[in-house]
């Protein structure tokens, strides 16, 4: 059965729905935290598999290892020949008119009432938000033997054309780059070539606004950012217990790394004179002005995977410093604790709207604070408020990978991370209270890109998304080769402009 927990931090009695796990219940301001019983089975000799079943004991996450019934749909119930059917249909669902309640599904709120059971419209919504997370991995070159490796693999104009989300009625006005001064584990992408487009930096995401199609349905004119994030959790394990560092003027504290790719910036590079942030913010505020000055209602809305939700708490935190009374929501998948409790507190003071969508067996959003986090709000009037510990913002939607009969039912820790597994579940999720649900369109497919999560019934091969050939073409002599990039798409440096005395940014013209 899937079973979701729906907290809302702004209400003096916290909402938390029924599991089939024992759940925790805390005050307004702390989370509500699923434990299970731990997994005693004998665990396989791959180091990775020991690692996470150290982890899952140490966090108390059960990690299912036996196949689980469903009460309506499940693995001995899965009819193929209907997910054949579904090969026919459309992979969504007809979209609806939410211009009367978009402040509701943007969270004014804080969702109340609408998690569980999961609206049909803020289901579409968060997985338009999800597909634009998802579309800073499909376009980013991973490949270490090309000499783009870390950019975007096409211009911005060409982005949703490419990955065939133009159905999502929003344009890319901007692309964003990031660097790090300190050391970060394997957050760059670099290529192995010694001639390559930059050794600094890495593409982070973009900005785009809703068209005006869509700007009529959802009832304003949307301005998004979407950050990338990190494939593998396996990258964190060891390097996600670093200091906080402030940000602001008051007691408010994030996580220093997180905080250096968004800030981080060098004249020498040739993508980053200007930070990730300047950016970013730069692109909001021309946009902001523009609309606004049209005569428009204009929401902010941010999302993220894994490190993209770290950042997009951070750029929430600045959006709203730099635009107050713009109403401006996060949507994050599988994010990690950012800040400490005075950055949670001055976010939820300035209207910041968060919705954090987990899976229980994931163990990143349990990062960083394996112990040091806000259970131990708890213990306030003995130790007054503590600057260095970390906590989780906003809401929560929690999702659990066994409610899935499409999904294998051992331990794949990447597999638990990846974004489409999130996606999926996120299709399928109707209430705490029913399984998966049937009527669910979005491509299963999808779930196994870069991973191997589907039940080998559905014979839908691992890893499978990657360019044909892997990248090789035939020339015209028959030989197999590396094919030079349309100069649409190779990334143009930042230049300064010594006239104005400022830089210019030349992205993918």
């Not at 089939?20 to 989370?31: C, D, E, G, K, V």
């Amino acid at each position: 059965m899937a079973t979701g927990n729906v907290i809302h931090p702004h209400h003096s009695i916290p909402v938390v729905y029924k599991n089939r796990l024992p759940a925790i219940t805390a005050s307004a301001h702390q989370q509500a935290t699923t434990i299970g019983k731990n997994a005693h089975q004998k665990p396989p000799s791959n180091r990775a598999i020991k690692l996470a079943e150290s982890l899952s004991n140490m966090l108390h996450i059960h990690l299912d290892t036996t196949t689980t019934a469903h009460k309506t749909l499940n693995k001995s119930n899965l009819n193929l020949s209907i997910v054949h059917e579904k090969h026919d249909t459309p992979a969504t669902s007809p979209k609806e008119d939410i211009s009367d309640k978009w402040r509701e599904f943007h969270g004014s709120s804080d969702w109340q009432n609408l998690l569980d059971p999961l609206h049909p419209s803020l289901r579409r919504e968060i997985v338009k938000y999800g597909e634009f997370a998802q579309a800073t991995y499909d376009a980013f070159d991973f490949d270490p033997f090309s000499e783009y490796c870390g950019s975007c693999k096409y211009n911005r104009r060409k982005l949703f054309e490419k990955l065939g989300l133009t159905k999502n009625g929003y344009n890319v006005t901007k692309y964003v780059h990031a660097m790090s001064h300190i050391d970060l584990p394997q957050w760059l992408e670099k290529s192995h070539l010694v001639e390559t487009w930059s050794k600094d930096s890495n593409w982070m995401g973009f900005v785009a606004v809703s068209d005006d199609q869509e700007s009529r349905r959802i009832g304003r004119r949307d301005i998004v950012v979407s950050w990338r994030g990190t494939v593998a959790p396996s990258e964190w394990y060891d390097n996600m217990q670093r200091k906080l560092e402030p940000i602001g003027q008051g007691d408010a504290r994030v996580e220093h790394g997180f905080l250096s790719i968004y800030t981080s910036k060098s004249c020498t590079t040739r993508y980053n004179k200007t930070s990730a942030s300047e950016q970013v913010m730069a692109e909001i505020k021309k946009l902001v002005k523009f609309y606004e000055n049209n005569g428009e209602q204009v929401s902010l809305t941010i999302t993220g995977h894994s490190l993209g939700g770290a950042l997009a708490l951070i750029n929430a935190y600045e959006s709203a410093k730099n635009f107050p009374g713009l109403p401006i929501s996060v949507v994050s998948f599988a994010a990690p604790r950012v800040g400490n409790i005075a950055f949670r507190d001055e976010l939820y003071q300035m209207g910041v709207k968060t919705l954090r969508v987990t899976s229980k067996q994931d163990v990143v959003p349990r990062m960083p604070g394996f112990v040091l986090n806000e259970s131990l709000q708890r213990f306030d009037d003995i130790t007054g408020t503590l600057e260095w510990v970390y906590t989780h913002v906003g809401v929560e939607l929690k999702l659990d990978v066994r409610s899935s009969p499409y999904l294998k039912k051992g331990l794949n820790l990447v597999g638990f991370h990846m974004l489409e597994t999130y996606l999926h579940l996120v299709d399928g999720f109707h209430s705490s209270e029913s399984g998966f649900r049937v009527e669910a369109r979005r491509d299963v497919a999808l779930v196994n890109k870069e991973c191997d999560m589907l039940v080998d019934e559905l014979r839908i091969p691992h890893s499978w998304y990657q360019s044909a050939n892997k990248g090789l073409i035939r020339n015209h002599h028959g030989r197999w080769v590396k094919p030079v990039r349309d100069p649409e798409d190779i990334p143009s440096p930042t230049a300064v402009d010594s006239r104005a005395g400022g830089v210019v940014e030349m992205e993918y013209v």
